[in-house]
């Protein structure tokens, strides 16, 4: 009779690594916000896949493409790629709407609790969900990926957007309570239930930061990650300068003097979610 070999280290790294995910979120939504992104399609893929085997069998993915109104092929070749998978649903806005409106497409179609939002150029790598899901505690709405954490890392991003991007967490860290060092990253880790239906008025990147800012002002804990981001491979970035720096400004303005909150969240809503611990006095 033949008996079983023993574990290698690969299968005990692998072992380990799955009982780490949280139980409670056996099953994981990914959404991939997609604008004009054909080139680059396929990079996707391989990455979506790499992600499947480092989850492994406890956890049950599912994946939400949204094309957000592309003019090129992305659609086309997303159904090439993606449409004879039984666990990906891809979905299309007949306009580009931007990259908040286009996540929040793909989080409502999610029927998980745990839902992963990444960049479609795979400027983060989607394995690092692995080490986000047991961070999302009842308490917490978010996980964040954060480059500019003390053990984060960037790597081939131009200055002057580091320096936008850097400004702009700055400047939300002066005006909210989660004390992080990243607010401005796309690729995040979304309990469904708190974000589904806040009162958003963003829809473009500045959209990002005012869920963050929402659920920040409702006692929601929000968590980072350290995260290295690189620059795309492949296309073309979609950030128009100056109207994102606008906005930025504009939302920024509106949580100094509380239109954000006071004005748009009734007040029996403000302390809807749990107490944030570690929260600025």
């Known amino acids: 009779m033949t008996g079983m070999s023993d574990p290698t280290p690969a299968d005990n790294q692998r072992a380990q690594s799955e ?62 790629l993606f ?16 990259i908040m409106a286009a996540t929040a497409t793909g989080i409502a179609a999610s029927t998980d609790e745990a839902v992963a939002v990444i960049d479609s150029d795979c400027s983060y790598d989607p394995a690092l969900i692995s080490k986000m899901l047991p961070l999302l505690k009842e308490d917490t709405s978010i996980v964040t990926a954060s480059p500019y954490h003390p053990q984060g890392q960037v790597e081939g991003v131009s200055e002057w957007r580091l320096f936008l991007s850097k400004g702009a967490s700055w400047g939300y860290r002066q005006l909210l309570r989660n004390n ?18 806040l009162p958003r008025r ?63 969240i009734p007040p029996q809503e403000v302390s809807a979610g749990p107490q ?3 929260e600025r006095d």
């Open 19 to 80: 009982a780490d995910i949280v139980p409670d979120h056996r099953s994981l939504t990914v959404v991939a916000p997609c604008f004009n992104e054909e080139e680059g399609l396929h990079y996707l893929a391989e990455k979506l896949a790499k992600l499947q085997t480092n989850l492994g069998s406890q956890v049950v993915l599912s994946i939400v493409l949204v094309d957000d109104g592309s003019t090129d092929k992305t659609w086309d070749v997303m159904h090439d």
């Open 83 to 98: 449409g004879r998978s039984p666990n990906v649903t891809c979905l299309r806005h007949k306009e580009n709407l931007g």
């Open 180 to 197: 992080l060092a990243t607010y401005t990253s796309c690729f995040r880790l979304y309990r469904k239930s708190s974000v589904v239906s």
């Open 202 to 264: 963003h829809d473009g990147f500045s959209g990002v930061a005012e869920v963050l800012a929402l659920l920040d002002r409702r006692g929601w804990r929000i968590d980072e990650v350290p995260a290295v981001l690189t620059t795309r491979k492949y296309g073309q970035s979609k950030l128009k300068l100056m109207r994102v720096v606008r906005d930025h400004l504009s939302l920024m303005s509106s949580i100094a003097v509380g239109k954000i909150f006071f004005n748009r």
């Open 276 to 278: 944030v611990r570690g």
